[in-house]
C-alpha cells in the first residue's frame, strides 16, 4: 500500500486548506485511516480519523468543530478540510492507514504512512 498525501500550504490565520490522501496498492475495505501532525520539536498526534466501512469519524479535541475528515471510496482518497485555521494548526500532517476497521489515535497502531504535507499558518 502506497499513500500520497498533498494540499499542504501557507495560510494566514482563520483560512481554510483541504489535504487530500490517495491510497494505491493492495488496500481493503476492512481499514480504518487517519491523519496525524507533527510540529517542530513535538511527537506525531491524532488529528482525525475514519473507518472505511462505515464512515464512522473521529476528532481530536483540538480540531472538533474546524476540521472535517471524508472519503469517496471510489477513488481511494481520504479528505480533510481545515478550516478557521490557527497558528498553532502549524505542522506536517501525515495520513496513515491501519489494517482493521478501529480508528486508533496511536501511530503504532497504523500500518502505513504516507510522505507528510506542510501546513504553515501565520497569524
Known amino acids: 500500500v502506497q499513500l500520497q498525501a498533498s494540499g499542504g500550504g501557507s495560510v494566514q490565520a482563520g483560512d481554510s486548506l483541504r489535504l487530500s490522501c490517495v491510497a494505491s496498492?493492495?488496500?481493503?475495505?476492512?481499514?480504518?485511516m487517519g491523519w496525524f501532525r507533527q510540529a517542530p520539536g513535538k511527537e506525531r498526534q491524532f488529528v482525525a480519523g475514519?473507518?472505511?466501512?462505515?464512515?464512522?469519524?473521529y476528532y481530536a479535541d483540538s480540531v472538533k468543530g474546524r476540521f472535517t475528515i471524508s472519503k469517496v471510496s471510489a477513488k481511494n482518497t481520504v479528505y480533510l478540510q481545515m478550516n478557521s485555521l490557527r497558528p498553532e494548526d502549524t505542522a506536517v500532517y501525515y495520513c496513515?492507514?491501519?489494517?482493521?476497521?478501529?480508528?486508533?489515535?496511536?501511530?503504532?497502531?497504523?500500518?502505513?504512512w504516507g510522505q507528510g504535507t506542510l501546513v504553515t499558518v501565520s497569524s
Open positions: 475514519i473507518r472505511w466501512s462505515g464512515g464512522n469519524t
Open positions: 496513515g492507514l491501519r489494517w482493521g476497521s478501529t480508528v486508533h489515535t496511536a501511530t503504532q497502531r497504523y500500518n502505513f
Open positions: 496498492g493492495r488496500t481493503s475495505n476492512d481499514v480504518a
